[in-house]
């Protein structure tokens, strides 16, 4: 009987051809043996410098690994290719991926990005020796561009990414190092997350098309889930920084800053979400930490609104942020925003 492999790379793409190459030759290189590619085209329509679309790219890519783990020895690695017919978004490509895997661990991979040498080794053999639920390693911040603005937040990047428990976690003090105490990020990548814990957590998200803070939604449940965290000292991820629709640059239209704003749907989607649980789940310590944190994602937003949309779009990017947050909750963030900088001006 063919066994299942230990671990599935899930990499979701849309509109990120040009660096799919780059991430799928990062997988393939792994010296781990037993592991699988699931891809996820989520209705991209661009190309890579070549012209090739997204599914031949990764046709090219399973005879390239075919030729390349038989030369030196090594299993064959199966690809699993699916492609929705329109974009879903990075929540649902995401879950297409989760479901579509076969293993017992999910390994999130961004396609700008890549894992670094050994990482599924390193990531599997904590694992096993632990019986971890999650294992998060360190991250390595990459990014092309080199003037000082450039460098500054890169250096932010790097804090903000690099937060990992190094250490064990069990029981709700997993939920509380991520959401209380912030100890760890909720990023999914750069972790090996076992899948029955991941399609649980998926389990309490309805189909959304969210783009932004997606992480957040998902490994809300995903450490609520899980029994047992392991962080370790090793980097093992390369991330891309500023390539995609969150990074720092002006807002011309409407439709990207509609994205940004669906940041609203995470929470309303959490909080709708533990209306199903009994009541007492969660603790009024841990209630008010979302709370705290849904706060902070609008402060965010109302920031990103002020500093990068463009003059003449600012009254309707204000009326589309209350649309999505609820007016009264937006006005009163602004107040204390405000209120805030006035006294940090004295």
Same mark, same amino acid.
């Given at each position: 009987?063919?066994?299942? /492999?230990?671990?599935?790379?899930?990499? /979701?793409?849309?509109?990120?051809?040009?660096?799919?190459?780059?991430?799928?030759?990062?997988?393939i290189s792994q010296d781990f043996p037993d592991f699988e590619?699931?891809?996820?085209?989520?209705?991209? #329509?661009?190309?890579?410098?070549?012209?090739?679309?997204? $599914?031949?790219i990764v046709k090219q890519a399973e005879k390239d690994c075919?030729?390349?783990?038989? =030369?030196?020895?090594?299993?064959?690695?199966?690809?699993?290719?699916?492609?929705?017919?329109?974009?879903?978004?990075?929540?649902?490509?995401?879950?297409? %991926?989760? =479901?579509?895997?076969?293993?017992?661990?999910?390994?999130?991979?961004?396609?700008?990005?890549?894992?670094?040498?050994?990482?599924? #080794?390193? *990531?599997?053999?904590?694992?096993?020796? #632990?019986?971890?639920?999650?294992?998060?390693?360190?991250?390595?911040?990459?990014? &092309?561009?080199?003037?000082?603005?450039?460098?500054? $937040?890169?250096?932010?990047?790097?804090?903000?990414?690099?937060?990992?428990?190094?250490? &064990?976690?069990?029981?709700?003090?997993? *939920?509380?190092?991520?959401?209380?105490?912030?100890?760890?990020?909720?990023?999914?990548?750069?972790?090996?997350?076992?899948? &029955?814990?991941?399609?649980?957590?998926?389990?309490?998200?309805?189909?959304?098309?969210?783009?932004?803070?997606?992480?957040?939604?998902?490994?809300?449940?995903?450490?609520? =889930?899980?029994?047992?965290?392991?962080?370790?000292?090793?980097?093992?991820?390369?991330? #891309? %920084?500023?390539?995609?629709?969150?990074?720092?640059?002006?807002?011309?239209?409407?439709?990207?800053?509609?994205?940004?704003?669906?940041?609203?749907n995470v929470f309303a989607i959490i909080f709708e979400a533990?209306?199903?649980?009994?009541?007492?789940? *969660?603790?009024?310590?841990?209630?008010?930490?979302?709370?705290?944190?849904?706060?902070?994602?609008?402060?965010?937003?109302?920031?990103?609104?002020?500093?990068?949309?463009? /003059?003449?779009?600012?009254?309707?990017?204000?009326?589309?942020?209350?649309?999505?947050?609820?007016?009264?909750?937006?006005?009163?963030? &602004?107040?204390?925003?405000?209120?805030? %900088?006035?006294?940090?001006? *004295?």
């Amino acid at each position: 009987m063919k066994q299942e /492999p230990k671990i599935s790379v899930c990499i /979701p793409v849309f509109n990120s051809e040009r660096q799919l190459k780059r991430c799928l030759d990062s997988v393939i290189s792994q010296d781990f043996p037993d592991f699988e590619i699931v891809i996820v085209n989520d209705g991209s #329509t661009g190309t890579d410098e070549k012209g090739l679309v997204c $599914r031949k790219i990764v046709k090219q890519a399973e005879k390239d690994c075919k030729r390349k783990r038989k =030369e030196k020895g090594q299993n064959a690695v199966p690809f699993n290719y699916t492609e929705h017919r329109s974009n879903l978004g990075l929540l649902e490509a995401r879950r297409t %991926a989760i =479901e579509n895997a076969r293993s017992e661990y999910i390994c999130i991979l961004d396609s700008d990005d890549i894992l670094l040498p050994c990482a599924l #080794t390193f *990531f599997w053999d904590v694992a096993f020796k #632990t019986n971890a639920d999650i294992v998060q390693a360190h991250t390595d911040i990459y990014c &092309e561009d080199t003037d000082s603005s450039s460098v500054e $937040r890169i250096k932010e990047i790097n804090t903000k990414y690099n937060n990992v428990f190094e250490g &064990e976690l069990t029981g709700s003090a997993v *939920f509380d190092s991520f959401l209380i105490n912030q100890s760890h990020i909720g990023l999914l990548w750069a972790k090996l997350i076992r899948r &029955e814990v991941y399609l649980a957590a998926l389990s309490h998200i309805p189909f959304t098309h969210c783009v932004m803070s997606e992480d957040m939604l998902q490994y809300f449940f995903i450490a609520y =889930e899980a029994k047992k965290y392991v962080g370790i000292k090793n980097t093992l991820y390369r991330y #891309t %920084a500023d390539t995609g629709i969150s990074s720092n640059m002006i807002i011309s239209d409407l439709a990207r800053w509609e994205k940004i704003c669906t940041t609203a749907n995470v929470f309303a989607i959490i909080f709708e979400a533990i209306k199903e649980y009994p009541e007492g789940t *969660f603790s009024l310590e841990q209630m008010e930490a979302l709370r705290l944190q849904s706060r902070s994602y609008l402060v965010n937003n109302i920031q990103q609104m002020r500093k990068y949309v463009i /003059p003449e779009l600012q009254n309707q990017a204000h009326a589309m942020l209350c649309d999505y947050w609820g007016e009264d909750f937006v006005n009163r963030m &602004e107040q204390a925003l405000d209120k805030k %900088a006035i006294i940090c001006s *004295f």
